[in-house]
């Protein structure tokens, strides 16, 4: 089983959906979790960074982290064609200088 | 925001060529910088974690001779690719995090897109 399980799509909606992207993880460990977007040929850009169990919201984007679960996910509300883009989940370890850890990725299409 | 500077962006090359890429944090100190390969519509691959002042730190099956790391600042990495070859084309990305106050994200770079002819 791999640490960061993410479905890696392609999901494609039509604009003002409401989108739902979605990562399991293994490692109990895991504290903080990360979503990043990224554009093609760019790097990642961080959306959303939460700490532990809770939900998050920024703008039109929000983060929930379900520990218990080993859940996490993003809502994007009214999407755009700006949003298509890949949406990456990442999570590491409280401890020093950790790397993160990936899911695959979501290729994310909205559609005008 | 926390801003990680990546140069070249683009690189095209002849096969043999050593390529440096310049990974900068430009408005935070950073003594842990990582390294990524990734290819098209894959994720990221971590090489190798830099070190500020020491060895960097490779993942399994990347070679260490082959893609050198230097993180000589606390603000400055660099990785070369060293006698590029076709195989090494790939997008390479860089990341960075502030070590100053606690529990602070990773932030990237734009990447740099390789192209070994």
């Known amino acids: 089983q791999k640490e960061v399980e993410q479905d890696p799509g392609p999901l494609s909606v039509p604009e003002g959906a409401i989108v739902s992207l979605n990562c399991t993880y293994s490692?109990?460990?895991?504290?903080?979790f990360m979503w990043y977007r990224q554009y093609s040929r760019k790097g990642p850009e961080l959306l959303m960074y939460t700490y532990s169990s809770g939900n998050k919201e920024d703008g039109r984007f929000t983060a929930q982290v379900d520990k218990s679960s080993k859940y996490i996910s993003l809502f994007i509300r009214d999407s755009q064609p700006s949003d298509s883009a890949t949406y990456l989940c990442a999570m590491t370890r409280p401890s020093g200088n950790t790397p993160l850890v990936f899911g695959k990725g979501t290729r994310l299409s909205v559609i005008a | 925001g926390a801003v990680v500077s990546q140069h070249p962006s683009w690189v095209i090359c002849k096969s043999g060529t050593s390529v440096k890429i310049e990974c900068r944090s430009l408005d935070f100190q950073a003594t842990t910088m990582f390294w990524y390969r990734q290819f098209p519509k894959q994720s990221l691959m971590l090489m190798a974690t830099s070190n500020e002042g020491s060895k960097a730190t490779y993942e399994q099956g990347v070679e260490k001779d082959k893609f050198l790391i230097n993180h000589a600042s606390l603000t400055l990495s660099t990785l070369t690719v060293t006698s590029a070859h076709p195989e090494d084309s790939s997008f390479y990305i860089c990341?960075?995090?502030?070590?100053?106050?606690?529990?602070?994200?990773?932030?990237f770079g734009d990447g740099t897109r390789l192209s070994i002819l």
């Open positions: 990341s960075a995090r502030d070590t100053g106050p606690p529990n602070q994200p990773q932030h």
């Open positions: 490692n109990s460990a895991f504290q903080y």
